[in-house]
């Protein structure tokens, strides 16, 4: 390609990255309010609307930008844009709005505990948000690798901004652990462009060098290379700061990271799978040889999650947990290796977003009533305290369970039901396994998540503790908590609704 129609494929791709564009000035907007106009107030206090308005816009693009019928490569086979992308990009756009709106509606000091962010958070998180739809939109290895490093990035910092010893050791943590995935990531990203000779995943000699490869081979390096995306994803052996880095943050960003990277990391896992041969002609690497690794990933993220979680005594810790374990759900629909699997899990990203985020606003906001921290106990007798706030959580907690009449119960039984084919078509015993025991899980998971629930409705206040505190709740908080929970019901009543969403209005 000459130089005239490299230039001229960059000037035709700024068309289709005009999201990105805007989220990129947006940072800079902010970042020059905080630096230059600190002093004028009422700039300085625009700044969360600013942030928020951001992002809001890129969201209402998506919505646009989803009726169009053409999907294309940009930058030279660098970014493709398509419904699945913009689909997710939709996603993180609603939860960054989500929690901006949710922490300007509580960091007032009125409302009880004061969780007021430091104003430098709002350019992060607009900075975070363009990183993961980079991410979305990624299919070159070295665009994939500086996305992930640019949420990642500032996910550190966002994790350590506030003043508290615990937030610096939390930050610390997953900086650490970060660092190691990133190193491994990249690692495994260089043994696969020593055997391909490419960085571009959509490159046809991509999958046909991969197939040349002996089996063991390949799929070690396919493995290192997932090891960032496990990372973002609080997916198993890469878990380790999930919890540690939950309970330093504030809860708007600790919901933030419970869904946002998530949603990116599991549509880049996927680009990643369907970018390896289905067959090779001389048994080399294919689908089938990642299949069983990531059965085994997901299978140890479910236990590793649920077990773990039944121990805990803090509320952030136990939804730290259960995000591990849903990593390991979100696993499953991609082992299937199939387009029933693949969007089951895009069904399950979609739904999850206003489950998770509910879940963590609700918790958040009882703690303010009660008084107290975020310890599980401290909940007790909350029920006839707030009615409305238990009730709400109360449905989530059935909601992450799996359990019917919520959508948890479709998202899971969707993931299942591609294993289940899966496995019928392979015969792999891991498949099985996985199968029986990620079912069996959801026994385990009654265990913990009801346990809150149980405590709000049928245990009295402990006796060492004093009588509940007359405190003030934000209405927006609380309606925007109630609200992002009556998806939970409503998509188990009208899930083509997340599929129209999905593929085109």
């Not at 001229?8 to 000035?25: K, M, Y």
Request: aromatic letters at 10%.
């Amino acid at each position: 390609m000459s130089l005239t129609d490299q230039l001229n494929d960059i000037l035709n791709s700024l068309g289709g990255f005009g999201p990105e564009i805007w989220l990129s000035v947006a940072v800079c907007v902010l970042l020059v309010v905080e630096l230059v106009l600190v002093r004028a107030v009422a700039l300085s206090n625009a700044r969360p609307y600013l942030a928020g308005l951001s992002i809001l816009v890129v969201g209402v693009a998506g919505v646009w930008a989803i009726r169009l019928p053409t999907r294309s490569f940009l930058f030279m086979h660098l970014l493709f844009v398509d419904n699945q992308a913009i689909f997710i990009q939709q996603v993180v756009a609603l939860s960054a709005v989500a929690v901006l709106l949710y922490e300007v509606a509580t960091s007032s000091e009125r409302f009880g505990r004061a969780t007021k962010l430091p104003l430098e958070w709002y350019s992060i998180l607009v900075a975070m948000t363009l990183g993961l739809f980079l991410m979305t939109i990624s299919v070159n290895l070295l665009s994939i690798y500086l996305s992930i490093e640019l949420v990642s990035i500032c996910s550190y910092l966002l994790t350590a901004l506030t003043t508290d010893r615990k937030a610096s050791e939390g930050g610390i943590k997953y900086l650490l652990f970060g660092s190691i995935s990133s190193a491994v990531m990249l690692y495994g990203m260089s043994l696969l462009y020593g055997m391909t000779g490419t960085l571009d995943l959509t490159a046809d000699a991509f999958g046909a060098q991969l197939a040349q490869q002996e089996i063991p081979v390949a799929t070690v390096a396919i493995v290192l290379t997932l090891a960032g995306l496990l990372f973002k994803l609080a997916g198993v052996p890469f878990h380790v700061w999930t919890p540690d880095a939950y309970e330093a943050a504030p809860v708007p960003v600790a919901a933030f990271f419970s869904i946002a990277p998530k949603a990116a990391a599991i549509l880049v896992l996927m680009r990643v799978v369907t970018s390896l041969p289905i067959d090779s002609p001389v048994g080399g690497a294919t689908t089938a040889a990642i299949q069983t690794p990531l059965a085994v990933l997901a299978l140890a993220g479910i236990l590793i999650g649920n077990l773990s979680a039944l121990r805990q005594t803090d509320a952030k810790r136990l939804l730290a947990y259960s995000s591990i374990a849903h990593a390991g759900f979100l696993l499953v629909g991609v082992v299937a290796m199939s387009e029933a699997g693949f969007n089951a899990v895009l069904f399950y990203i979609g739904t999850y977003l206003f489950i998770t985020l509910a879940a963590f606003f609700l918790i958040d906001l009882l703690a303010r009533s009660n008084g107290s921290d975020l310890t599980i106990k401290n909940f007790a007798g909350l029920g006839s305290q707030q009615p409305l706030l238990s009730i709400a959580l109360t449905v989530v907690m059935i909601a992450l369970t799996g359990l019917p009449p919520t959508v948890g119960f479709t998202a899971k039984l969707l993931s299942f039901s591609a294993l289940y084919d899966a496995y019928q078509q392979t015969g792999d015993s891991w498949l099985l396994l996985l199968f029986a025991l990620g079912l069996l899980n959801t026994l385990i998971g009654l265990a913990y998540y009801l346990k809150i629930p149980f405590l709000l409705f049928f245990r009295s206040r402990p006796t060492e503790l004093e009588p509940f505190p007359n405190v003030a709740l934000p209405k927006l908080a609380v309606w925007t908590a109630v609200i992002l929970t009556i998806p939970a019901i409503g998509l188990f009543l009208k899930p083509d609704l997340v599929s129209r969403w999905l593929t085109n209005w």
